[in-house]
């Protein structure tokens, strides 16, 4: 749905998780965006105020549901669209009534969906006028960061980036469930999970391809573990000595049969490991090319003496929500469908001054 913003535009929350509660607050923070809806998941949630499930402190005025119907009937100019896993169905039946999607819910290119529900929630985009947008840190953030570094060059050969991270902290979300943590090393089928649970950032292949104005012939992904050197205590996890407490999947991109892309994920719960591993605790980008550039990237609160574990955590949560969130007026202004970084113009955050 097409609009001129003449006004604020008109957002509904879709669940009120960890991501979605960052969401809720940088919505409300803002002139042009009004928040006039929200989905609850839990049935405990239903009635509600947003507010109070953001953790925001007051209430809003806007109280969740799960009448899918009654938050059409709003109106919205778009969905933020923040559950764990996607219901493509719903995304369908959201497009085809005109609401622009913007999603982290391991969306990018719609690869990872499956090439038949890709091309569902293309057409779906199309039918309604609406466009359906995916982004977050990584993939995503990191992507579009790589592709502004390169501006400087006068060719490129080959782009990596590199996600390197010692996530123990984070091991008990539910995302992490489908990574095995403490699985036995050379447990058949494990590597064929990794590839199925990091397959969005196949998308992330696709997506600089696409920036870069590059045809791929394939996309692949390989996998390596290490294992922990003894027993761990790992929130929520059970991870014993000899079992994965290590994952680097490399997803790379081939043009005319040579590897020109890599997005190479690498995360561990320990530092003790078997092999042992460097971790930045960074985002590392290298785009080799004429010339080449290098960008260490690392994202961190202000001030770490005064932050809360809980606090520390949030601040996951807040890269992962506002890549979508400072897109919102560009993506609804977009042309209808599945749209991308390439798409839009420069994404950008908003300046505050600060007395």
């Known amino acids: 749905m097409r609009t001129s913003q003449d006004r604020p535009l008109r957002v509904v929350q879709w669940t009120t998780g960890n991501v979605a509660r960052q969401a809720v607050q940088a919505v409300v923070e803002r002139a042009d965006l009004e928040l006039v809806g929200g989905y609850a998941f839990s049935a405990s949630k239903v009635g509600c105020d947003i507010g109070e499930l953001a953790g925001l402190g007051r209430d809003l005025g806007v109280t969740a549901t799960d009448d899918i119907e009654a938050l ?3 109106n919205p100019d778009c969905v933020l669209y923040m559950p764990l896993h996607p219901d493509v169905e719903l995304l369908e039946r959201l497009l085809r009534a005109g609401i622009n999607v913007l999603t982290t819910a391991s969306f990018l290119t719609g690869r990872a969906y499956g090439e038949d529900a890709r091309t569902r929630l293309d057409a779906a985009a199309r039918a309604g006028d609406a466009s359906l947008f995916g982004s977050g840190v990584n993939p995503g953030f990191a992507d579009y960061l790589t592709v502004v570094a390169s501006s400087v060059c006068r060719e490129v050969n080959y782009v990596r980036i590199l996600e390197s991270f010692d996530i123990g902290t984070w091991a008990a979300d539910a995302n992490q469930d489908e990574l095995g943590w403490g699985r036995p090393a050379g447990d058949p089928g494990h590597a064929e999970d990794i590839v ?8 992330a292949v696709e997506a600089v391809a696409e920036l870069l104005h590059a045809e791929l012939d394939a996309i692949r992904c390989e996998v ?7 027993d761990l205590e790992v929130p929520g996890r ?3 000595q000899g079992s994965v407490a290590g994952i680097d999947a490399k997803w790379f991109g081939s043009c005319h049969g040579t590897d020109v892309i890599e997005v190479n994920v690498r995360w561990t719960i320990t530092p003790h490991l078997d092999p042992a591993w460097e971790i930045a605790m960074a985002y590392q980008i290298e785009v080799r090319g004429h ?7 690392e994202v961190l609160p202000q001030d770490f003496t005064s932050l809360t574990l809980e606090e520390m955590l949030a601040i996951g949560s807040v890269i992962t929500a506002m890549p979508v969130v400072n897109a919102i007026p560009a993506v609804v202004a977009a042309r209808p469908g599945i749209v991308t970084y390439a798409d839009l113009p420069t994404q950008a955050s908003r300046l505050v001054v600060k007395s």
């Open 72 to 74: 059409v009937a709003l």
């Open 196 to 203: 199925k649970a990091t397959a969005p950032f196949g998308d």
């Open 224 to 230: 390596e573990f290490a294992h922990a050197t003894s």
């Open 238 to 240: 059970d991870v014993k």
């Open 291 to 297: 010339p080449q550039v290098n960008v260490r990237a």
